[in-house]
Antibody, heavy 120, light 107 residues
Framework: DVQLVESGGGLVQSGGSLRLSCAAS????????MTWVRQAPGKGLEWVAN????????NYVDSVKGRFTISRDNAKNSLYLQMNSLRAEDTAIYYC?????????????WGQGTQVTVSS | DIQLTQSPSFLSPSVGDRVTITCRAS??????LAWYQQKSRKAPNVLIY???TLQSGVPSRFSGSGLGTEFTLTIDSVQPEDSAVYYC?????????FGQGTKLEVK
């Protein structure tokens, strides 16, 4: 079965840093684009970032550019999100997902999410 | 950025009703639209991709259509287990964006 398991969330003070991880199994990770999506409390979904198979193409939503870095380790079947200069508005559940890119784009499957809380 | 506006924001149909959720885009785009279902704050699951292609394992009562700036998700004969929040998403132009969500509560 395809499985994505996030970890690394927690409570951090404003201005602090956190590194999220996403462990992948059940598919050929090194051949897959991956993505992060977040959901603030009581709010909808927001795409955060994606990364291609070898890590040399990365895209971000403007609100996290310069603060967040998406990366991957194909040898460990793992995806990461380094979050620096955290703000209260970054408080959310963070989901990793596999990005399917043919014939169009969509996210499937998603992990169960990890909670990030930024205190101000 | 492409803004996606879903309507209605809330629906409360009876079992067996036909339900339509609309997703309107601030500018036209082609094919790169997906629909997701999120139950009880669990992780979302894709229902439809490429506007109208049903994801494997999704019941055939779900269907998608549209082009340009208007897209629809239809549920024929809605069931109690369809109670959830539904989101459309465009993956055509960065930043990829979601609609604000439609909450469906089946009576």
């Amino acid at each position: 079965d395809v499985q994505l398991v996030e970890s690394g969330g927690g409570l951090v003070q404003s201005g602090g840093s956190l590194r999220l991880s996403c462990a992948a199994s059940g598919f050929i990770f090194r051949e897959s684009w991956m993505t992060w999506v977040r959901q603030a409390p009581g709010k909808g979904l927001e795409w955060v970032a994606n990364i291609n198979q070898d890590g040399n193409e990365r895209n971000y939503v403007d609100s996290v550019k310069g603060r967040f870095t998406i990366s991957r380790d194909n040898a460990k079947n793992s995806l990461y999100l380094q979050m620096n200069s955290l703000r209260a508005e970054d408080t959310a559940i963070y989901y990793c997902a596999k990005l399917v890119r043919y014939p169009t784009n969509w996210f499937d499957p998603w992990g169960q999410g990890t909670q990030v809380t930024v205190s101000s | 950025d492409i803004q996606l506006t879903q309507s209605p924001s809330f629906l409360s149909p009876s079992v067996g009703d036909r339900v339509t959720i609309t997703c309107r885009a601030s500018q036209p785009f082609s094919s790169y639209l997906a629909w997701y279902q999120q139950k009880s704050r669990k992780a979302p699951n894709v229902l439809i991709y490429s506007v109208s292609t049903l994801q494997s394992g999704v019941p055939s009562r779900f269907s998608g259509s549209g082009l340009g700036t208007e897209f629809t998700l239809t549920i024929d004969s809605v069931q109690p287990e369809d109670s959830a929040v539904y989101y459309c998403q465009q993956l055509f132009i960065y930043p990829w964006t979601f609609g604000q969500g439609t909450k469906l509560e089946v009576k």
